[in-house]
């Protein structure tokens, strides 16, 4: 045995190193169902199977670190969005998560999509989304990307600027086009996991302020337009959220704002777009709501602000994104090297070092994300060791999972899977340390199919346009 045997680690003082929410688990090879993908479960010999595929046979296929995506659970959440929503529309934000075979799932499920640059509306096109059903986001769309937009027919462009507007009436005029609008409008609620602040959120690049008039001054100005279509208004208020007061908030200001628009112009608007951020669990302190509850909620708000305010309900739109990718998606790694450290009063936490890390999920890093884990390729006889999950770039911040209870006899070789990782983790990956990124695989009923390769060395060296100065000793 070359590795340290951590189960000495594990006594009463290791709770108290641990997080409130994190209890010790009774069974440290159980999955929680509410953390992982619909067709995850341990097989009879302990190793972790998705889509009627043991991981082990696909890291021998694809090798390390991999992400997986779970087809059928992915389908069966756009699934319980559309009818949940029935009557709305539902967009599928793409900067979660996009490759031409998502984009082919999101149009056979019924759903309309989201993208925000001239990249994530290629990948659209080319997997051959109906432009008429895409929604162009961004705060700095450049002259490209709006042309690109108009020119493929895309249903509406989302403007977030007075000089965006002059672009696209520039634009339109020169090809011969009409742009279909709603303008971003920030309402003044910026909600966060577990709680909401209603004031004073106008502090930040997206949208147009409804306090201080500027929302009202880009609707005029779109109406005024003879080449914009202006449909409505739309607002989002932020990412993983798990309470609907902040939607209500935003409901009721964006009500208000078509209400005065009505007023001030005669023109009933019809669109509003309430934006997406709906939270998924990534460890057992996280509670979502369903699909069923949030509509049943949103569509109550919606109906009472337009009876308050004498007004047809407008035609409602939302964007989810995590919501549908995150949960279907888990990344795999392998352990490189194990390292007990001693803390204060006595307790210890185990570094289990694996071969990704902040280049391939820089959420952890980037707003202190919190995520589970769970040992992939066997079960354990062994207690429960805190551990911490890190990465091998050069960075003490590098963290994937901060605080877990692995089995205490876990070893380089074996295999950590990491669900609820399908969304912002491969979308938001880098090279630093020039690591290549990892692969992206579907998977479902026994077979798998590549949505993305691994990157290489060849691919990233060849970036490199510099003086080739020797030759690689051999
Ligand atoms: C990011 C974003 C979304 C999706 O957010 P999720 O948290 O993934 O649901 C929707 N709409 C807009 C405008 C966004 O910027």
Redesign the pocket.
């Known amino acids: 045995m070359t590795h340290m045997h951590v189960a000495g680690s594990v006594h009463a003082d290791v709770a108290a190193a641990a997080p409130q929410w994190l209890s010790v688990p009774t069974d440290v090879n159980a999955l929680d169902p509410a953390l992982w993908s619909s067709t995850v479960r341990r097989r009879p010999d302990g190793a972790l199977e998705v889509g009627g595929i043991d991981v082990r046979t696909l890291v021998d296929e694809v090798g390390t670190p991999v992400y997986v995506i779970d087809e059928q659970d992915f389908r069966q959440r756009a699934r319980a969005f559309r009818s949940a929503f029935a009557g709305w529309d539902v967009?599928y934000?793409g900067?979660?998560f996009l490759t031409r075979t998502i984009a082919g799932w999101v149009h056979e499920e019924g759903l309309f999509l989201?993208v925000?640059t001239e990249g994530e509306l290629r990948v659209a096109l080319e997997g051959g989304f109906d432009p008429a059903r895409i929604g162009m986001?961004g705060n700095n769309k450049s002259r490209r990307e709006l042309e690109m937009a108009l020119r493929s027919g895309v249903g509406r462009i989302?403007v977030d600027s007075l000089d965006e507007i002059d672009r696209i009436e520039e634009l339109c005029r020169r090809h011969e086009v009409r742009a279909r609008v709603m303008v971003?409008v920030t309402p003044g609620v910026e909600a966060h996991t577990h709680e909401y602040i209603a004031t004073a959120h106008e502090d930040q690049k997206?949208g147009f302020s409804i306090t201080n008039g500027a929302a009202m001054v880009a609707m005029v100005r779109c109406h005024a337009s003879p080449v914009i279509d202006l449909l409505g208004i739309?607002s989002?208020i932020g990412?993983?959220i798990f309470d609907t007061g902040g939607f209500e908030v935003a409901a009721r200001r964006t009500m208000k704002l078509l209400s005065q628009f009505q007023q001030a112009t005669g023109i009933v608007l019809s669109e509003l777009d309430l934006?997406?951020?709906?939270g998924i669990a990534y460890t057992s302190q996280d509670s979502p709501s369903s699909p069923e509850d949030l509509a049943t909620d949103l569509r109550d708000i919606v109906e009472t602000e337009a009876r308050a305010h004498q007004m047809p309900a407008p035609h409602v739109s939302l964007?989810?994104?995590?919501?549908i990718v995150?949960p279907a998606g888990m990344a795999v790694y392998e352990v490189g090297t194990v390292k007990p450290v001693d803390l204060d009063g006595g307790a210890q936490r185990v570094y289990v070092s694996v071969d990704g890390g902040m280049s391939d999920n820089i959420r952890p890093a980037l707003y202190g994300a919190e995520y589970s884990a769970t040992l992939a390729n066997r079960t354990s006889a062994e207690v429960g060791a805190l551990c911490r999950v890190v990465g091998k770039h050069c960075e003490g911040g590098d963290i994937l999972v901060r605080d877990e209870y692995l089995p205490a006899d876990i070893h380089p070789g074996d295999l950590i899977a990491v669900p609820a990782s399908g969304?912002?983790s491969r979308s938001m990956a880098s090279n630093y340390n020039h690591v290549p990124r990892p692969p992206v695989v579907a998977v479902d009923q026994a077979q798998w199919t590549t949505l993305l390769r691994r990157e290489t060395l060849d691919d990233l060296v060849g970036l490199d346009q510099g003086q080739v100065v020797g030759t690689i000793p051999q």
């Open positions: 967009y934000a900067k979660a989201d925000c986001h989302i971003r997206f739309h989002h990412s993983q934006g997406g951020g709906f964007e989810p994104g995590r919501a995150g969304a912002y």
